[in-house]
């Protein structure tokens, strides 16, 4: 005999969770204008970014934590890691972060709604911070002793001269979106699927984490704020429960009425049955 809540009853996405695909499309572009124009409006603050930078770098050697050279000079044993370390840093980033949003649209779109809201809220958080507080990277920073990787070996997403870079923002490293948004990516995709092998989708945050201290982009700090940042997102953000769906199953009750399932997906999108007789 072959009970209802025994397989699952239907794998395809909830397209009733799917929002408008131009709707979203625009959404995201038109979030990502204003927080490039948000970057550059911080731009200027050169002497308060250095400031800030001696400030940081100070207090994470006043509570110990573990010096940002000590992977920095892992990487710079072997040219070819710090040019692969340098290319994750420059290519994986947007692209790793847009791929997420897509195949949860279109797979998981509660998910994707869920995973949304985390990162405009994210961005927008870290965007006041790059206002309120500019921050130079440590690659920047003389006292650090670090190298500035990118310069040095390639390749680099930065100009070489940074007070006066028109493409990017070398003074908003406060917090570090590279990591938030690659916590969100591997913290997205482990509850968003079911495989065994989903906690390994957490090695990209993890290899982010090194990449960036160990090219000198960001403070250790960097990380640890952006962090409690998305810790607060997620209490606030809770993922919507998906709502109970009835369906009707090829097979009669016992008391000889039309039976029906209660379908209700789990966090990965599969939707499990249990039967019961209709009313």
């Known amino acids: 005999m072959m009970f ?9 996405p909830d397209t009733t969770a799917r929002p408008p695909l131009v709707r979203e499309l625009l959404l995201v572009v038109g979030l990502f204008v204003i927080y490039k124009f948000g970057r ?19 207090l994470e050697r006043a509570v110990h934590l573990p010096g940002e050279g000590a992977v920095q000079g892992l990487l710079l044993h072997d040219e070819t890691l710090i040019h692969l370390a340098n290319t994750y840093y420059a290519t994986v980033h947007f692209p790793a972060t847009l ?33 309120l507080f500019p921050l130079a ?12 990787t990118g310069q040095v070996y390639g390749p680099t997403v930065y100009g070489s001269t940074p007070a006066t870079d028109s493409m990017a923002n070398q003074f908003a490293a406060m917090p570090s979106l590279h990591f938030g948004w690659a ?52 209490a606030a953000l809770r993922l919507p429960r998906a ?17 029906y399932a209660v379908a209700a997906r789990d966090a990965s999108g599969r939707t499990y049955a249990s039967a019961g007789a209709g009313r």
């Open 137 to 148: 990277p440590p690659r920047l920073l003389a006292a650090t002793g670090l190298v500035d």
């Open 99 to 131: 791929l997420f949003l897509g195949w949860l649209y279109w797979r998981r779109p509660r998910h994707y709604v869920w995973s949304r809201r985390i990162l405009a809220v994210l961005t927008g958080a870290a965007l006041a911070l790059h206002l």
């Open 183 to 234: 916590v969100m990516v591997g913290v997205g995709l482990v509850v968003a699927t079911r495989s065994r092998w989903r906690w390994l989708w957490l090695l990209h945050p993890a290899i982010t984490l090194l990449v960036i201290v160990g090219t000198a982009n960001h403070y250790w700090l960097d990380s640890i704020v952006v962090a409690a940042l998305l810790s607060v997102a997620f």
């Open 40 to 58: 550059q409006a911080a731009n200027g603050h050169v002497d308060e970014a250095f400031h800030n930078a001696g400030r940081v770098w100070n």
């Open 243 to 259: 709502e109970p769906v009835r369906k009707h199953l090829p097979w009669p009750s016992t008391a000889g009425e039309p039976a």
């Open 4 to 12: 209802a809540g025994s397989r699952p009853a239907d794998r395809e």
